[in-house]
């Protein structure tokens, strides 16, 4: 398999100029591309329609180029807010395993898929952990992984609106209903690595025993979907790719030592870094490094915006490239307070 990593800046959510630049010159077959992952100048929030006005637009021109059926297929995660200096992008990645020649070498490889749709009484619950776990061991099988090699996975998950939340069974609360369906897509994602047993989660578990979690999931929640998409990323040792990935956890907000860790497994090289994805959440005790935080307490601001800002830039201080990927809303994703970073970095060598 080989793998190509391209990031893309945007001057909005429709901005599709740099991707058209891209396959006009013939450096991107728009054939290949099997996922995009995208950060939307959106508040994040239930509300929060840049994602979907993003989502629909990629799919129409793709759609204009590939067709429906292709066009259908492709993993589209798009994560609403862009606080303090995170800029909107788009990262589109391709997958080739026809025609392959040369030789191999440890290197990124991807898979992914889709869940089925979900019953609004079934998000957030032990049956859409379920669900998500035995989507993520099929797209593992599919990258040719197999869970040690698993550095990130990434899932996109829905929510509950108001208009249908009499159905609910976890909560009426659209905002937290997007809480239960990343903690729960999370829950899937550690269940499928081996990192949990399924045996070892109840319902009652979800959105409360923060002490269970994966260390390589990052969901995003949003209304412009019913399923769970998902996309997994690892190395593997026969991969014709020119990309590496690597990972840590940051145990809080400001865990730039986790930044570095990251870097360190990805290749070791700020230069060669071509993106960073990370999550980000205001540590639900109420305090970070020992000292009481607010960002709980405020009315005006949701938590998870204000805590995107500050990974943000910590991540980008260390990077020094405020175009990355950082999530807000953490649950069972990293300890309490923390979350997953993984980084993808160019090869320093061809292949040999």
Request: hydrophobic share 45%; with cysteine; net charge negative.
């Given at each position: 398999?080989?793998?190509?990593?391209f990031?893309?800046?945007?001057?909005?959510?429709d901005?599709?100029?740099?991707?058209?630049n891209?396959?006009?010159?013939?450096?991107?077959?728009?054939?290949?591309?099997?996922?995009?992952?995208?950060?939307?100048?959106g508040?994040?929030?239930?509300n929060?329609?840049?994602?979907?006005?993003?989502?629909?637009?990629?799919?129409g021109?793709?759609q204009?180029?590939?067709?429906?059926?292709l066009?259908?297929?492709?993993?589209f995660v798009?994560?609403?807010?862009?606080?303090g200096?995170?800029?909107?992008?788009?990262?589109?990645?391709?997958?080739?395993?026809?025609?392959l020649?040369?030789?191999?070498?440890p290197?990124?490889?991807l898979g992914?898929?889709?869940?089925?749709?979900?019953?609004?009484?079934?998000?957030?619950?032990?049956?859409?952990?379920?669900?998500?776990a035995?989507?993520?061991?099929?797209?593992?099988?599919?990258?040719?992984?197999?869970?040690?090699?698993v550095?990130?996975?990434?899932?996109?998950?829905?929510?509950?609106?108001?208009?249908?939340?009499?159905?609910?069974?976890?909560?009426?609360?659209?905002?937290?209903?997007?809480a239960?369906?990343?903690?729960?897509?999370?829950?899937?994602?550690?269940?499928?690595?081996g990192?949990?047993?399924?045996?070892?989660i109840?319902?009652?578990d979800?959105?409360?025993?923060?002490?269970?979690?994966?260390t390589?999931?990052?969901?995003s929640?949003?209304?412009?979907?019913?399923?769970?998409?998902i996309?997994?990323?690892?190395?593997?040792?026969n991969?014709?790719?020119?990309?590496?990935?690597?990972?840590?956890?940051?145990a809080?907000?400001?865990?730039?030592?986790?930044?570095n860790?990251?870097?360190?497994?990805?290749g070791g090289?700020?230069?060669?870094?071509?993106?960073?994805?990370?999550?980000?959440?205001?540590?639900?005790?109420?305090?970070i490094l020992?000292?009481?935080?607010?960002?709980?307490?405020d009315?005006?601001?949701?938590?998870?915006r204000?805590?995107?800002?500050?990974?943000?830039?910590a991540?980008?201080?260390?990077?020094?490239?405020?175009?990355?990927?950082?999530?807000?809303?953490?649950?069972?994703q990293?300890?309490?307070?923390?979350?997953p970073?993984?980084?993808?970095?160019?090869?320093?060598?061809?292949?040999?």
């Amino acid at each position: 398999m080989k793998v190509d990593v391209f990031k893309i800046a945007q001057s909005g959510p429709d901005d599709l100029s740099g991707l058209a630049n891209l396959i006009a010159h013939q450096r991107l077959d728009p054939k290949t591309i099997v996922a995009v992952l995208g950060k939307t100048e959106g508040n994040g929030c239930v509300n929060d329609f840049t994602r979907g006005f993003a989502v629909a637009t990629l799919k129409g021109y793709l759609q204009s180029l590939i067709g429906d059926a292709l066009a259908s297929q492709i993993v589209f995660v798009m994560s609403g807010g862009t606080e303090g200096v995170l800029s909107p992008h788009l990262t589109v990645f391709t997958r080739q395993t026809e025609g392959l020649v040369g030789p191999t070498q440890p290197g990124l490889v991807l898979g992914v898929g889709h869940t089925r749709d979900f019953a609004i009484d079934e998000i957030g619950t032990l049956t859409m952990v379920q669900v998500v776990a035995e989507g993520v061991k099929g797209a593992i099988a599919a990258a040719g992984l197999t869970s040690a090699e698993v550095h990130f996975v990434q899932i996109k998950c829905p929510l509950i609106t108001a208009v249908r939340h009499a159905e609910a069974a976890v909560t009426q609360d659209s905002y937290k209903s997007m809480a239960y369906s990343r903690g729960a897509s999370a829950l899937g994602v550690a269940v499928a690595l081996g990192e949990l047993q399924l045996e070892q989660i109840t319902n009652a578990d979800i959105c409360h025993n923060y002490g269970l979690y994966s260390t390589i999931a990052s969901a995003s929640a949003g209304v412009e979907l019913q399923n769970c998409e998902i996309l997994v990323l690892g190395n593997a040792p026969n991969s014709h790719s020119h990309y590496q990935i690597g990972h840590s956890v940051m145990a809080h907000a400001l865990d730039v030592a986790a930044v570095n860790r990251a870097i360190a497994s990805a290749g070791g090289s700020s230069a060669l870094i071509v993106n960073v994805f990370a999550k980000a959440e205001a540590d639900p005790s109420g305090q970070i490094l020992g000292r009481r935080h607010t960002m709980l307490d405020d009315s005006d601001i949701n938590h998870t915006r204000m805590a995107r800002a500050v990974v943000g830039a910590a991540i980008a201080s260390v990077v020094q490239d405020p175009m990355i990927y950082v999530s807000g809303g953490s649950e069972h994703q990293g300890p309490p307070g923390g979350g997953p970073i993984a980084v993808i970095s160019k090869r320093t060598s061809p292949a040999p």
